[in-house]
């Protein structure tokens, strides 16, 4: 068992939002922190503790030089969060109207990024003989979407991958864990963004944007990206030592109504 203090931790898309928050909770606790983002956070100064590295989770290369950079200062690296994620473009999202360029945008940035990260992180976390890795999915990835259908498919697959990920580590014996974490609707630039496009969709089809059930959550209509944060740091932790492949919800109560 490691301290926090102790543990050095890698987050994806920390510069805002669930990454932003989660960067803050493992900051509070001691942990040295990784930024890894393609912005760097607003206002952001750097310490011993608190690192920023520009990354775009699509290119194999910029994992692959992040890496050898943190085995050079870091030596080790005991939790990877990946958080980088993109919704795209939700106003011409259906099946229909979704180009094959955003199709393989949304995925690059969400599954093949997931995938590069878990890649090398199982690759250094098993020279070290032990980490964990947390993979944001979404609630998106239990339905069937007619708005965002590459953000659906890629976090379906998400959800798959981080399975994989755990059966290979424990199945080989590398004591790595791998879960995803499956947030409702957390107040975000990125949901913040989607209802600005669902409301252009509705300005555009002269309709009203009615909320139906589907936009109801019965905990409150927000959570905060705190309310993620806890639960990926509970994940990442020693706590959660017997905890892999599985899949944790925190949406206040949205997916009880579907
Ligand atoms: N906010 C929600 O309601 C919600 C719901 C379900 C799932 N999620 C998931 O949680 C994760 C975090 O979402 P959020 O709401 O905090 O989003 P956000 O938009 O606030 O932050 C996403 C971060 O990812 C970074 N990013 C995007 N593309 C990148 C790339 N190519 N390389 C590196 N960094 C990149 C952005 O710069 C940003 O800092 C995402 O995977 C998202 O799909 C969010």
Redesign the pocket.
Same mark, same amino acid.
């Given at each position: 068992m490691k301290a926090t203090k102790d543990k050095v931790v890698l987050i994806?898309?920390? *510069?805002? #939002?669930?990454?932003?928050a989660t960067c803050e909770k493992f900051v509070s606790e001691g942990a040295t922190v990784i930024i890894?983002?393609?912005?760097e956070p607003e206002n952001f100064v750097p310490s011993t503790q608190i690192h920023f590295h520009c990354?775009?989770?699509?290119s194999e290369s910029q994992w692959l030089s992040l890496f050898q950079k943190i085995e050079a200062s870091f030596t080790s690296l005991d939790v990877l969060v990946?958080?980088?994620?993109?919704?795209g473009d939700v106003l011409n999202g259906s099946l229909e109207s979704t180009t094959l360029d955003e199709w393989h945008r949304v995925l690059?940035?969400?599954l093949d990024?997931t995938f590069l990260g878990c890649r090398e992180a199982v690759k250094l976390m098993r020279k070290q003989g032990s980490g964990a890795i947390v993979n944001?999915? *979404?609630? #998106?990835a239990y339905y069937p979407t007619t708005q965002s259908v590459a953000?659906g498919a890629s976090?379906g697959a998400v959800t798959q991958l981080t399975k994989s990920v755990a059966l290979f580590a424990s199945m080989g014996n590398i004591p790595i864990r791998c879960n995803s974490v499956?947030?409702?609707?957390?107040?975000?630039?990125?949901?913040d963004?989607?209802l600005t496009q669902k409301s252009a969709r509705a300005t555009q089809n002269n309709i009203q944007n009615i909320p139906t059930t589907a936009d109801r959550t019965p905990m409150g209509a927000k959570g905060a990206?705190e309310d993620?944060a806890s639960l990926i740091y509970y994940l990442a932790s020693d706590e959660a030592r017997y905890i892999t492949g599985a899949e944790f919800v925190a949406d206040g109560g949205w997916k009880l109504l579907r």
């Open positions: 994806t898309g920390g *510069s805002n #939002g669930i990454g932003a890894a983002d393609r912005q990354l775009d989770v699509t990946n958080a980088a994620g993109i919704v690059a940035v969400n990024g944001l999915s *979404s609630v #998106g953000y976090k499956h947030p409702g609707r957390i107040e975000t630039k990125m949901l963004d989607i990206p993620v």
